[in-house]
């Protein structure tokens, strides 16, 4: 059973996101825009209890914070993504999720690069354009309060097993 971690931020200040996932990614249906923390992983000696205990720890080091959204670009691999801004807080996060149980993952398996996808390969021709021309000229800002566990099932179906809360003060 694959596992993963993600950030799923509140996207209703910005609707063009679901808009334009709901057109060209086929994961819109199963899965919330999302910024994946750990890619899906499957460790089948750690427990789903295990998993939340430890994603609720390293929850509580953190408080909730922004990320900037630049504009949409297509990747090395043909996605289509909104790039995350540099964000230090970003990538300790990922870093410290993958210790205690998950520390059998590498966190450099893929380099980090924090992004939400709009669009999954194939892409027609015209695809970026399309997005590009749909999406909003200023600065997109999303909080980051949350991190959540999912468990994707056959059909890549997602179940939540938990949502944890950024430590509103963290030291």
Do not use: Y
Request: glycine letters at 6%; hydrophobic letters at 45%.
């Amino acid at each position: 059973m694959l596992r993963g971690i993600h950030i799923i931020p509140d996207t209703s200040l910005c609707p063009e996101i679901e808009a334009l996932r709901q057109c060209f990614d086929w994961l819109h249906p199963f899965l919330p825009a999302h910024i994946t923390l750990v890619f899906p992983f499957d460790l089948p000696g750690v427990s789903d209890e295990d998993l939340i205990d430890h994603c609720q720890r390293v929850a509580n080091e953190f408080m909730a914070f922004d990320v900037s959204l630049l504009p949409p670009e297509r990747s090395g691999d043909d996605h289509c993504w909104l790039p995350v801004g540099p964000h230090a807080l970003l990538d300790k996060l990922a870093a410290r999720l993958h210790g205690g149980p998950l520390s059998a993952l590498s966190p450099h398996r893929r380099k980090f690069m924090p992004h939400i996808t709009l669009a999954r390969p194939p892409l027609a021709a015209g695809t970026l354009a399309a997005i590009r021309a749909f999406w909003p000229s200023g600065p997109v800002v999303l909080s980051a309060d949350s991190i959540t566990l999912e468990s994707i099932h056959a059909g890549q179906r997602s179940e939540v097993l938990a949502c944890l809360a950024l430590h509103p003060s963290a030291c």
